[in-house]
């Protein structure tokens, strides 16, 4: 009997009678056993939902918070001051933009990948997408098919390359009864098969439940902002509260202006602006990466992988090919192991990796057939063929060919196997009797193979390691094999590998720290070693294109697949290269650096609004004034001397090492400019009525010394000047200029008098050069520091 399970919840099972193996499922078996939910879809392995990406964008303690000061600015009827959604609906439409495109990519990715499959129906062979494979479908596999879902032999034998699944290069023989997993393909031999497990219930989709499809990647930036709001959400309602009773008790003072004025606090506090800068600049690196074939599935992993202090690399298809190359032939008699060695490889029809790389050297002798041949099997390790008047030619392992050889042949051997797979060639006068190699055999030559390296994998290792990412390579093949390769690319420690098959898992996460090349590695084990590595402090990316590195791929901070592997990787994965060239790591490296340095360097300019709207919110609880603005005019400023150069700045190149400490650094760079704004501010309210100000003119005035400090910072930010940045600061302060006084009246702005002028000169010196002092002890501070 077929049993499958493809409702995971209910653990519902359906069982079915075994399937005519000479005539296959009929059509409309087929129709209803896809209907009952027994086909072969993606299941668990799909991509993120469209309704789950517009839940997490919209959802969020941010848009909430501004959501209701505009709701409570349109319902006093102050509708232009509600212009700040500009930037939280620009904010949200870039998250889900990008959400949307990378799911999109994903689910290209994986049609364009789904193999076409041979199954057994109505008795005639067809050819049939992946997708439309039954519970209980005949499906016929020769040498390089891909396994679509989990099979049982019922006729033939075959070997089966398992290496997406354990990671081991090595072919596995497959005989009648046994499985053949999804994610495995033939690699040489012809069988039929049932398919016994499909969709949900196969081996893979078990794998990527566990693993779940997608991950979201943590960014230091991100919870730093979010961090931020949090704090600022626990005193934003009693504080704006608090301002409405205040300035409800001002003198001809109504519900609207107090609202307006709280609202104008309220959205200070909010680095709005900030989320929005991230969120552009990430797309726009986003959008430089898709021209170098790289799929970014989530905006933060750039910077995530450009913080990484270690990387661990799959083997197989990131620094190799998954292909073998020839290397050398060694000769150990006077035959002419050439031709011999032709002879034996092009009898064999089947192209396994070894065939392969030995047929791309050695061109085919056309005039000569085999008497006889016996084709390469993982179970004998050896190919023979017999030709009249040449004798017998014998290709495989040493030690099945000839077990008895002799010591110094044997060393030989051992010597060359630390650095290469090795075969013997071997001859014998005597023929080949049922599938049983003659008597006679003499070595003739060793034949060594390698991995085949990719051209620039040696070149990649070099940049991590000048930037000081420690590097690990984790496989599940021998020691000897990776090690090989560990050197090739010059990957320093080679020579500590360890065989993780010997190791429990309290001894694999103790050998972490010293050890560069982690050998035999189960799949579970690839997860402990990525926990190790993080518990010690480190942040972890992760390469791998496998099944088998599903567990660590998810384990690891930032994830990176290629798309020539399993889909499960892929959807797993944070970033995915599409063409599968490892080399593009380091732009991705590059171009993570500039979004971060830059944001970093920026972000001081969104932060002095903060911390100046805080302290302003607080201190005019106390104080029987008006608040200094509205929100259009709040607007104002941020647009000119914080958004406009602040986006101008991100884009700027910036290969720089990132520092530590993200907001730490931008608090005590921001500080100077927020405090001297607040007390800049405080000082002028105390004394409008000193100057005898009228309250028409004040607000202007206001916005004036709030323009005017954010110039100095962005005079900071800029320095040191060059070219862009000189004609920046041009720009904004003429365009303060022309918003102070050409559109004054839209922004709620007036002419100002001759006692308002020489309270503003006053102000503006006062503030500008309280700033100067205190960015003089903060640079003083950090110096000071440093040297410590």
Not at 38 to 60: M, Q, V
Not at 598 to 614: D, G, P, W
Not at 740 to 752: A, E, M, S, W
Request: aromatic residues 6%.
């Amino acid at each position: 009997m077929i049993k499958n399970k493809p409702d995971v919840k209910s653990g519902a099972e359906r069982v079915y009678p075994e399937t005519d193996a000479a005539y296959g499922l009929t059509e409309a078996e087929a129709r209803a056993r896809a209907q009952a939910g027994d086909a072969n879809t993606a299941g668990s392995d799909t991509s993120k939902k469209l309704s789950e990406i517009l839940r997490d964008n919209i959802c969020t303690l941010f848009n909430l918070i501004n959501a209701i000061i505009a709701v409570s600015l349109i319902a006093v009827g102050s509708y232009k001051n509600i212009l700040f959604m500009g930037v939280v609906l620009c904010n949200l439409a870039i998250g889900i933009f990008q959400e949307v495109r990378a799911k999109r990519a994903l689910d290209r990715l994986s049609l364009e990948s789904a193999p076409a499959v041979r199954v057994l129906r109505d008795g005639r062979i067809r050819e049939i997408g992946s997708q439309e494979v039954v519970c209980g479908d005949i499906t016929v596999l020769s040498s390089g098919d891909a396994v679509v879902c989990d099979c049982e032999v019922i006729d033939g034998e075959c070997d089966a390359n398992e290496a997406f699944l354990t990671g081991e290069q090595d072919a596995v023989a497959k005989r009648v009864g046994d499985t053949l997993l999804c994610g495995s393909f033939i690699s040489t031999g012809n069988v039929t098969a049932v398919c016994r497990k499909v969709g949900e219930a196969k081996y893979i989709s078990r794998i990527s439940r566990e693993a779940k499809a997608y991950k979201k990647a943590y960014s230091e930036i991100m919870s730093t902002l979010k961090k931020i709001i949090r704090i600022i959400s626990v005193v934003i309602f009693p504080l704006g509260t608090a301002l409405v009773i205040n300035q409800l008790t001002l003198k001809g003072a109504d519900v609207a202006t107090a609202v307006t004025n709280a609202s104008a606090a309220i959205i200070g506090m909010i680095p709005e602006g900030l989320i929005l800068l991230t969120d552009t600049v990430l797309a726009v690196s986003v959008i430089r990466l898709s021209k170098r074939k790289v799929l970014v599935q989530s905006l933060y992993c750039i910077e995530t992988l450009a913080r990484v202090d270690t990387l661990c690399i799959d083997k197989t298809g990131t620094l190799t090919e998954g292909l073998m190359e020839y290397d050398g032939l060694e000769r150990l008699s006077d035959k002419d192991a050439e031709r011999l060695l032709s002879l034996v490889l092009w009898a064999d029809s089947d192209d396994n990796a070894t065939s392969s790389a030995l047929k791309a050297h050695f061109a085919k002798i056309d005039r000569l057939l085999p008497d006889a041949a016996i084709r390469f099997s993982s179970a004998n390790k050896w190919s023979a063929a017999h030709y009249s008047g040449e004798g017998t030619v014998i290709l495989g392992a040493a030690e099945k060919i000839l077990p008895s050889m002799s010591e110094e042949l044997a060393e030989r051997i051992s010597e060359l196997s630390e650095k290469c797979r090795v075969l013997l060639l071997a001859h014998s006068d005597g023929t080949i009797e049922d599938g049983r190699l003659p008597g006679g055999i003499t070595p003739v030559a060793l034949i060594t193979l390698r991995d085949k390296i990719r051209p620039s994998a040696a070149g990649t290792i070099e940049y991590f390691k000048s930037q000081g990412v420690d590097i690990r390579i984790i496989s599940g093949d021998s020691v000897q094999t990776v090690r090989a390769v560990g050197e090739r690319v010059g990957l320093d420690g080679c020579e500590n590998a360890v065989d993780a098959s010997q190791l429990d898992d309290g001894a694999l996460a103790a050998a972490v720290g010293g050890t560069r090349i982690f050998a035999r590695v189960s799949p579970i084990q690839k997860q402990v070693i990525i926990k190790a590595l993080k518990d010690s402090g480190h942040t972890v990316a992760m390469t791998g294109d496998g099944v088998n590195d599903v567990l660590a791929l998810k384990e690891a901070d930032c994830s990176v697949a290629l798309a020539s592997g399993a889909g499960a990787a892929r959807n797993i994965s944070e970033l995915v290269l599409t063409n599968s060239d490892f080399s593009v790591m380091p732009a991705i490296v590059d171009e993570g650096r500039r979004s971060i340095n830059n944001i970093e360097r920026t972000a001081l300019l969104f932060l002095v609004k903060t911390i100046y709207s805080i302290i302003l919110s607080i201190a005019f609880i106390f104080l029987n004034y008006s608040y200094p603005f509205i929100p259009i005019q709040l607007t104002l400023i941020s647009s000119l001397t914080i958004g406009f150069p602040g986006f101008v700045l991100a884009l700027e190149p910036n290969h720089d090492r990132v520092k530590p400490g993200f907001l730490r650094n931008i608090l005590t760079r921001a500080f100077p400019g927020g405090i001297s704004a607040a007390a800049g501010l405080i000082v002028t309210a105390l004394a409008f009525d000193l100057f005898s100000i009228s309250p028409e003119s004040r607000p202007t005035v206001s916005v004036a010394i709030a323009g005017c400090i954010g110039l100095a910072v962005l005079a900071c930010a800029c320095y040191p000047f060059n070219k862009l940045r000189a004609a920046l600061f041009t720009v904004v302060s003429a365009g303060l200029i022309i918003g102070l006084t050409v559109f004054g009246g839209f922004f709620g702005l007036q002419r100002l008098d001759g006692a308002s002028w020489l309270l503003l000169t006053l102000m503006i010196t006062f503030s500008v050069s309280f700033f100067i002092v205190l960015k003089l002890l903060t640079v003083k501070f950090y110096r000071h520091r440093n040297k410590e």
